[in-house]
């Protein structure tokens, strides 16, 4: 009974999740998650002429795809949709518990007031997981392209 882990307030899941995504983030990306520093000009998408860039290649291939399937028949891609869905429904649940294990603590220690206003808040953890859903967006060539092929 005493190799168990239980709940804690600082381990709500029993367990450490952010190690596990740690390892997880370097597999992909080569680099360790806790090594991520957010840095204004040299980050992808941390410009507003990047930002507007990613927006406007997004309109654009979305719109050339439309022109380009306009006079054909849509490609039948509904496995790999349900493929795609089920993979971005369970990176979400894993994002979310680990936003929970970094927030938990912070709440039920100091309150929602302190966890929204404070500076000491913004942890190195918490902002390597608010940016990690923008990183399939520095490549916005591959968001529309399913759209665009199956296009009704």
């Not at 740690?22 to 040299?42: N, R, S």
């Not at 860039?53 to 439309?66: D, F, N, S, V």
């Not at 859903?133 to 759209?147: G, M, N």
Request: proline letters at 9%; aromatic letters at 14%; charged letters at 10%.
């Amino acid at each position: 009974m005493d190799k168990i882990p239980f709940p804690t307030i600082d381990r709500p899941f029993a367990i450490e999740l952010w190690p596990i995504f740690d390892k997880c983030y370097e597999l992909v990306l080569g680099t360790p998650a806790h090594d991520f520093q957010f840095q204004q000009g040299y980050t992808p998408l941390s410009t507003i002429p990047a930002v507007v860039m990613a927006i406007l290649a997004y309109y654009a291939i979305i719109w050339a795809g439309w022109k380009m399937m306009k006079n054909r028949q849509p490609m039948k891609l509904s496995g790999l949709f349900m493929a795609h869905n089920l993979l971005l429904t369970v990176l979400s649940a894993g994002l979310l518990a680990l936003f929970i294990e970094q927030l938990f603590p912070i709440l039920w220690r100091h309150g929602i007031f302190y966890s929204i206003c404070s500076s000491n808040c913004w942890t190195q953890k918490i902002v390597t997981l608010y940016y990690v859903p923008r990183l399939p967006h520095s490549s916005p060539a591959l968001s529309p392209l399913p759209l665009c092929v199956s296009w009704r």
